[in-house]
């Protein structure tokens, strides 16, 4: 007789093992940002500094209503973080040469060095995981990772 099987039952999760996985999220941001968070202090900073160099630095020329709608704060957050990013020359906010309203947003060269030395340490603990958790198991953390951002962010990952 055939096997009918076709997969793996995708209601094969117990709870403790959902609460495990929660657990696992928790500590492994904890351990993401440790390192990062304290190259950060030195110069005065925090996470917000820090999301918003790493996605300067991803989309260079950025709209600031573009930064806000990947990274939902509010303005007056952001004005903030922002500012103080200009002021300290990490940033360069520079009007759009087709909309003088919009501006438009560059790591400078400072910028750059402060980016590359936080990814360098991120890098470093996803090659270490990745390498210790084996080829085949990298594609399914990237399948998790998008199962949890919502639909909107999902299609910036969107393959092909």
Do not use: W
Not at 72 to 82: A, E
Not at 109 to 120: I, K, M
Not at 143 to 154: A, K, N
């Amino acid at each position: 007789m055939a096997d009918i099987k076709s997969g793996p039952n995708p209601l094969f999760l117990r709870e403790d093992q959902l609460y495990e996985g929660m657990e696992l999220l928790f500590f492994a941001y904890r351990d993401f940002t440790a390192e990062c968070d304290a190259i950060l202090a030195t110069y005065g900073f925090g996470r917000a500094h820090h999301r918003v160099i790493y996605f300067v630095a991803r989309n260079p020329g950025i709209s600031v209503a573009e930064l806000l709608a990947i990274l939902r704060i509010t303005k007056q957050s952001l004005s903030r973080v922002l500012g103080q990013l200009v002021r300290e020359n990490y940033i360069e906010s520079r009007q759009s040469g087709k909309d003088r309203r919009r501006r438009l947003l560059s790591l400078t060269d400072q910028g750059q060095e402060l980016e590359q030395r936080l990814s360098t340490v991120h890098r470093a603990l996803l090659a270490r995981a990745y390498r210790e958790a084996g080829a085949e198991s990298v594609d399914g953390y990237r399948q998790v990772l998008l199962g949890i951002i919502d639909e909107t962010d999902r299609k910036r990952f969107a393959k092909g």
